[in-house]
T-cell receptor, first 108, second 122 residues
Framework: GIQVEQSPPDLILQEGANSTLRCNFSDSVNNLQWFHQNPWGQLINLFYIPSGTKQNGRLSATTVATERYSLLYISSSQTTDSGVYFC??????????FGKGTMLLVSP | EAGVVQSPRYKIIEKKQPVAFWCNPISGHNTLYWYRQNLGQGPELLIR????????DSQLPKDRFSAERLKGVDSTLKIQPAELGDSAVYLCASSRELVLFEKSDSGANVLTFGAGSRLTVL
């Protein structure tokens, strides 16, 4: 199956800082989603982005499908951005495979 | 609209006991997923349903785990008997449908997760 690697595994930021999270995958995909898991465990979909660039407020994501990676940008981070960010990918009609996540802690 | 509803939120049982989890997906969502998440790891698929049909259950430990989705709506995941290693969070998710190449931002492929059911096996 597809392998998904996320980096960095952990990230500590001061409030207001910017960050970039990376997701590498081992095969071509037609489905890529970014999720945020808050400290209470709820997973929320951030982006559906198998290719191209999208922006939603302070968050944006870019997927370069030909080079098999995706980036999630967080600008002007806030304490509420803390949690774990997961990248999940799939090819064909297969089910999403999740990476191990990047744990982000934003301190005030 | 209501989100994905799961119950119970927490369950503590002795090993070898049975346990069941229930999931009600978003109305109109044809695809339903059960994932298991161990501490510090990403969710791992147990089973995926398209309507009533289980189309991906290769990772479901069939000796002790079973699942059903009657009438293509609610789903139940059962473990019998539970083992210590089954302690985890069991996540249910749904999506409208699986589209191979989603040309517009229809949201068809987007997964919505429930709050999860945390199982502790003693």
């Amino acid at each position: 199956g597809i392998q998904v690697e996320q980096s960095p595994p952990d990230l500590i930021l001061q409030e207001g800082a910017n960050s970039t999270l990376r997701c590498n995958f081992s095969d071509s995909v037609n489905n890529l989603q970014w999720f945020h898991q808050n400290p209470w465990g709820q997973l929320i979909n951030l982006f559906y982005i198998p290719s191209g660039t999208k922006q939603n407020g302070r968050l944006s994501a870019t997927t370069v499908a030909t080079e098999r990676y995706s980036l999630l940008y967080i600008s002007s981070s806030q304490t509420t951005d803390s949690g774990v960010y997961f990248c999940a990918v799939a090819s064909g009609y297969s089910t999403l495979t999740f990476g191990k996540g990047t744990m982000l802690l934003v301190s005030p | 609209e209501a989100g994905v509803v799961q119950s119970p939120r927490y369950k503590i049982i002795e090993k070898k006991q049975p346990v069941a989890f229930w999931c009600n997906p978003i109305s109109g969502h044809n695809t339903l997923y059960w994932y298991r998440q161990n501490l510090g790891q990403g969710p791992e698929l147990l089973i995926r349903y398209e309507n009533e049909e289980a189309v991906d259950d290769s990772q479901l430990p069939k000796d002790r785990f079973s699942a059903e989705r009657l009438k293509g709506v609610d789903s139940t995941l059962k473990i019998q008997p539970a083992e210590l290693g089954d302690s985890a969070v069991y996540l249910c998710a749904s999506s409208r449908e699986l589209v191979l190449f989603e040309k517009s931002d229809s949201g068809a492929n987007v997964l919505t997760f429930g709050a999860g059911s945390r199982l502790t096996v003693l």
